[in-house]
């Protein structure tokens, strides 16, 4: 049988769903930390083929610890209870608006918004509800505001608190759609924005004015979408397809029956349509928050793909883009992203000269940037990542200091793998690196994860937290506070 990386050592994945109370504690906590801090990633919950099991496709998984008093109160983890997952455990659907029959696990990123928690994902599905211990409520349309699906990565205005979203879906024809949701948790704003065809657009920017998008060459194939169709049919499903597909948007009954007709195998890659086209132009479109998205400019850059920026900021008429970047996505590999190493670099937008400076700002890879959020869409000096290597994600924790261009690495070991890495301000700070990052951490030789919490300024250990279980290699997580 072939091997699959995300179905083996730290990615495989863990099917008890375990609650454990009054964790030790290595370190002191502080006091301040009163909230929940929440991870979620694909675990797939039937066997996987690992000749096809693409890594995105998992069904989703949240762990959670809720800190407080000093004190490590519980750590749980739940599956989301889309539907399937809750016939494969015997347990009621939970009810709840779909968009288009599209019903998926969410396993991307999980967010607290308006005192609710929701399990989010991208191309099309709409979020699921989760009640503060984790427990599945069912989808959600935010009180029947929400048009279509959501985003995996939505980002809130510090200011403001609103949450801003750009999202996609194969069926929108050549838009993607861009929403806000306010503090009440509604969404109060919807603009349809023009894109180049059907492009997969993970991420976006947020500034304190405008919106950026990462129109990329990774966009919708038809030959994959139709594979599962009944050979007699496949070529005309294809052909009628690549005519709409990217060109006009479809009703949403007739995407939905679309969808039922041509559903893969589970968890394949042949379910996964979206790869890499090097005839797909590659560009930066900058549009302003408040306006309906046809001051839109486009600006050029080199082939190349961008999950996730790390922040965005204008700078006088300019605009400043740190992201990671993969020199391409889903070409060679349409198992996951492994299509050379991802670096962290500084896009500079010259709007009058109409065109993008690109510099390298670290070569070493890594991925899940993540910055002061205080500071989304101002001037940043400070980004923390995860350092990427051949199994996934290694033993160290990076900080770079983009003002003086040097890095801090900290540095597990190589028995250890870490994950992402989130910032949590000190009560009352004034500086951008004054707070903590915590983040999950593999313990290969004990086969069980911890949740480390660090100096954001120094990366020195401040606590750990030893969980009775293995956290697998995953997605997203937030500290959500309990006020």
Known sequence: MPANQYLEANFAPVREETTAFDLEVTGALPEHLDGRYLRIGPNPIHDADPATYHWFLGDGMVHGLRLGDGAAKWYRNRYVRSADVADALGEPRRPGPLHAGFDMSPNTNVIGHAGRTFAIVEAGPRPYELTDELDTIGPCDFDGTLRGGYTAHPHRDPESGELHAVSYFWAWGNKVRYTVIGTDGLVRRTVDIPVHGAPMMHDFSLTENHVVLYDLPVS???????SAVPAPIRLQARA?????????????RLAKAMMSSSNGARYSASSFPYHWDPKYPARIGIFAREGDGSDIRWYDVDPCYVFHPLNAYEDGDDFVLDVVRHPKMFDANRVGPDEGPPTLDRWTVDTRAAKV?????????????????????RRHRYGYAAAAGPEGFDGAVLKHDLVTGSTQSRDFGADHQVSEFVFVASPNSNSEDDGVVMGFVYVRAEDRSDLVVLDAATLEDVATVHLPARVPQGFHGNWVPTT
Not at 220 to 226: H, I, N
Not at 358 to 371: T, V
């Open 220 to 226: 919708f194939d038809t030959k994959t979408a139709v």
């Open 240 to 252: 009628s397809m690549a005519a709409i597909v990217g060109r006009r948007a479809i009703p949403e």
């Open 357 to 377: 400076l690109e510099s390298r700002l670290d070569d070493r890879p890594q991925e899940f940037p993540r910055i002061d959020e205080r500071l989304t869409g």
